[in-house]
């Protein structure tokens, strides 16, 4: 039985492997002199203290190769669970060739197990193996990310650690689950891509925030937090403030939510990208047009007035124990798939 199992894996299973060799080739001529580049700009940046523009530069030259692994580990997941989980069963069940497996003194239960473990492990060490590889080679284009493209960013983090072989774990029995309850190829696979996709969407949106109490501080205003400022003549020229989604002193933290708030903690608008109208004098002081330079000086008076912004966040250090959480999590629901497939292939399937 596992020599039948192996035939009908080992086509597709050849082919992921040349698609990984030929990814960790590319990868391992590519990553050291990455590397190497990221280090000298950090030692020569730090001396005159232009990291930011160095960031900016090393990134948006590589931002294409970033976007490109980050998305072939995103769609493995998906594609294990499409062309690999989904007609696994299936089409035995359609061809009707189980019957004759099921009278070789084969049992139900081994015909399954056998197939799920030696396809399932053979697809959550590739989806594994990709993932570490991808982490090792991004690490240096993900100390320099923008916030949005941070390790802890939704987009990034299930391309990264070893999270890529829960999803793909996951992936794959659901396939096998849904191929059970469906009993036809095309509908079961459409339907394992459509709730793989829905769990994946809602796992960042709706859980992730939650694995762990989040922190919520106040930090003064500064270069890290504000994006830029400029006059709201709208609002009695008010100074209006343009807040990024990133706190100082936490580089890479995710921010779930932010806002500027008054001295009394009073809220006077959201951050996250969006625009802040402070009530602040523009025809003299500090903030007038015509103070030089304008931005500092007018940010450190904002400040003095005791405006703060306002953040609840995931710090970058709790990357690590999310990935473990969140992998434990498609654990668990891996098993709840595989007891149920051990259970409808027993007792309601023929």
């Known amino acids: 039985m596992i020599w039948l199992t192996w035939r009908q894996l080992r086509a597709s299973a050849a082919m992921l492997a040349a698609v990984l060799v030929i990814l960790a080739i590319v990868l391992a001529l590519t990553g050291p002199d990455l590397a190497s580049r990221y280090s000298a700009g950090i030692t020569a940046c730090t001396q ?69 473990g030696l396809t399932g492990l053979t ?68 339907l394992t891509l459509a709730v793989f996709a829905a769990i994946q969407l809602a796992m960042p949106l709706l859980v992730r925030p939650h694995l762990m109490p989040p922190v919520t501080s106040t930090f003064e205003l500064g270069q890290t937090n504000v994006d830029g400022m400029g006059m709201n003549r709208d609002q009695g020229g008010a100074v209006e403030i343009h807040l990024r989604s990133a706190v100082p002193g936490h580089a890479g933290a995710w921010v779930l939510s932010g806002s500027l708030v008054d001295r009394s903690g009073r809220t006077l608008g959201s951050g996250g990208g969006g625009e802040v109208a402070v009530p602040v004098s523009t025809t003299s002081g500090p903030c007038a047009p015509s103070g030089s330079p304008f931005m500092d000086a007018c940010m450190a008076e904002i ?26 999590i498609y654990a668990l629901l891996t098993l709840g798939l595989t007891w149920l497939s051990f259970w409808w292939i027993r007792r309601r399937l023929s």
């Open 303 to 328: 400040n003095r007035l005791g405006y703060r912004q306002k953040a609840t966040y995931h710090p970058l250090e709790r990357f690590w124990p999310f990935q473990w959480i969140e992998t434990g």
């Open 48 to 116: 005159d203290n232009t990291c930011n523009r160095f960031y900016d530069r090393f990134f948006g030259g590589h931002e294409f190769s970033f976007m490109a692994v980050s998305l072939v580990v995103l769609l493995l997941p998906a594609l294990v669970g499409l062309f690999w989980g989904a007609p696994l069963i299936t089409r035995e069940l359609e061809a009707g060739t189980h019957l004759l497996v099921w009278n070789q003194s084969i049992t139900r239960a081994r015909w399954l197990a056998i197939k799920l």
């Open 123 to 190: 697809a959550v060490a590739a989806a594994g193996l990709c993932g570490l590889m991808v982490t090792w080679w991004s690490d240096p284009l993900d100390k320099s990310a923008s916030e949005s493209l941070a390790l802890m960013a939704p987009l990034v983090f299930g391309a990264r650690g070893i999270a890529p072989m829960g999803y793909a774990a996951f992936a794959f029995v659901l396939g096998i689950t849904v191929g059970m309850l469906v009993r036809r190829t095309l509908p079961a696979m459409a």
